[in-house]
């Protein structure tokens, strides 16, 4: 989940591509049900539905929960 002008959004795309991930990106403001959710805990990465890192992300936390 992300949303335009986040800096840790663009931070968050750049690691996950630095793991050789390629996410399918949703903004936030677009969808009411996901700005309910995410809003203020952006970006948030999920894996199969689960949340596996938010705001400012670990990049070794997010390696062992992506399994790469």
Same mark, same amino acid.
């Given at each position: 989940m992300? &949303?335009?002008g986040c800096h840790l959004c #663009?931070?968050?795309l750049r690691l996950l591509r630095d793991l050789g991930v390629e996410p399918a990106l &949703? #903004?936030?403001? +677009? #969808?009411p &049900?996901? +700005?309910a959710l995410y809003d203020f805990r952006v970006p948030v990465v999920l894996v199969g539905g689960r949340?596996?890192?938010e705001g400012r992300l670990d990049r070794d936390a997010l +390696? &062992?929960?992506l399994g790469v």
């Open positions: 992300t &949303r335009a #663009d931070d968050a &949703r #903004d936030v403001d +677009s #969808d &049900r996901l +700005s949340v596996v890192g +390696s &062992r929960a």
